[in-house]
């Protein structure tokens, strides 16, 4: 079955760095899109970066802080995210081939 499971969350101080992973199973990964979304406590879920066609995009709150990248033969896509800001926080998820990962907390605080 599909699988699309996060890791490397955790708790990090402001203007520190975490990097996400998100490892897919149950279809080809290589073939279809990527992209990392965060829901902050009664907050709507906000998409903050997308991978297609080796092109990458991200939300003005995160540009030049984050990035995406996937490595196909691993099945699995990153967020690289760096000088981390207490309203980082929430919880990640990854998106490809119509499927959501369980999502990973990210959590920024000192």
């Known amino acids: 079955q599909v699988q699309l499971v996060e890791s490397g969350g955790g708790l990090v101080q402001p203007g520190g760095s975490l990097t996400l992973s998100c490892t897919a199973s149950?279809?080809?990964?290589?073939?279809?899109?990527v992209s990392w979304s965060r829901q902050a406590p009664g907050k709507e879920r906000e998409l903050v970066a997308s991978?297609?066609?080796?092109?990458?995009d991200y939300a003005d709150p995160v540009k030049g802080r984050f990035t995406i990248s996937r490595d196909n033969a691993k099945n699995t896509a990153y967020l690289q995210m760096n000088s981390l800001k207490p309203e980082d926080t929430a919880v990640y998820y990854c998106?490809?081939?119509?499927?959501w990962g369980q999502g990973a907390q990210v959590t920024v605080s000192s």
């Open positions: 149950g279809f080809t990964f290589s073939k279809y899109a």
């Open positions: 998106f490809s081939y119509g499927y």
């Open positions: 991978s297609a066609g080796g092109r990458a």
